[in-house]
């Protein structure tokens, strides 16, 4: 019989106290938000390690898969970041003054703007991947590569409608 953990317990003091109400939900879903905490915690020390708000690491990380030249429109960093475009701007204007990015024209369209990772930018992203990827990799030592995978894609069919 596999260990119990603490939302075995949640649910079975549920279902002693409402056995009218079906406590299935939280074996997945208690589950995923205790473990959402714990990478949440992963990332902020990762983050930090690498003198980066999350925020800032989002953006980074963004112009960092898009490969080099290492740039794109601020309307592109919207779509990937899913802020407002007010917060975009003023996202831009810190990461400008941290000298962690930069505006420049877009040659394409003398009118356009790009966002610019610099050389500082890309090295803060590339420790604050690397630290991340190690610590996400300590959570997930418990399964197999193979129930990593099978994981991976139960949790990708639950999520697809919300992407």
């Known amino acids: 019989m ?26 997945v879903l208690s589950r995923v ?16 390690t690498a003198h980066l708000e999350s925020w800032e690491f989002d953006v980074l990380s963004a112009l960092r898969r898009a490969g080099a030249p290492y740039q794109l429109s601020p309307k592109a960093l919207l779509t990937q970041t899913l802020v407002s475009s007010g917060t975009m701007t003023n996202r831009i204007d810190r990461l400008v003054e941290r000298a962690l990015v930069e505006r420049r024209s877009d040659p394409r369209d003398g009118r356009g703007v790009l966002v610019v990772m610099t050389d500082a930018g890309r090295d803060r992203v590339d420790h604050a991947i690397t630290l991340l990827l190690r610590d996400e990799s300590a959570l997930l030592d418990a399964l197999s590569p193979a129930e990593q995978e099978r994981l991976a894609g139960l949790l990708r069919k639950l999520s697809v409608d919300f992407d």
Not at 18 to 26: E, F, K, M, Q
């Open 2 to 27: 596999p260990a119990r953990d603490e939302v075995d317990r949640i649910v079975a003091a549920w279902a002693r106290e409402r056995p009218d109400v079906d406590p299935a939900p939280l074996q």
């Open 33 to 48: 938000s205790r473990l959402a905490r714990h990478l949440d915690r992963a990332r902020r020390s990762a983050f930090e």
